[in-house]
């Protein structure tokens, strides 16, 4: 089983930048895919971005593709998700997820952390 907490979220205004970090432990980071999703209040829980346990593949959802960049750093045990040019449609508790398959890509999610919130104000 493997722990992940997220933090970095905050109150940022329309088109300002936050970074959100996860920290992994609790097995080999470095050979799971990690992803980013997001839940609004009111809305179902959206996949935002996704990458391999290498760092060389990665997938985002096309409402923030050239905007948010995810990354990790297996040194650390931590991904990232840069988010710039944010915008108010942007505001949700933003949770990371660790596979559930070693060296799989488009794997299921299996771990959650607890999330972060972000808010974009207009």
């Known amino acids: 089983q493997v722990q992940l907490v997220e933090s970095g979220g905050g109150l940022v205004q329309a088109g300002g930048s936050l970074r959100l970090s996860c920290a992994a432990s609790?097995?080999?980071?470095?050979?799971?895919?990690m992803g980013w999703f997001r839940q609004a209040p009111g809305k179902e829980r959206e996949f935002v971005a996704t990458?391999?346990?290498?760092?060389?593949?990665?997938n985002y959802a096309d409402s923030v593709k050239g905007r948010f960049t995810i990354s990790r750093d297996n040194t650390k045990n931590t991904v990232y998700l840069q988010m710039n040019s944010l915008k108010p449609e942007d505001t949700a508790l933003y949770y990371c997820?660790?596979?559930?398959?070693?060296?799989?890509?488009?794997?299921?999610?299996?771990?959650w952390g607890q999330g972060t919130q972000v808010t974009v104000s207009s």
């Open positions: 990458i391999s346990w290498s760092g060389s593949r990665t």
């Open positions: 997820a660790a596979g559930r398959t070693p060296y799989r890509w488009n794997d299921d999610f299996s771990s």
């Open positions: 609790g097995r080999t980071f470095s050979t799971y895919s």
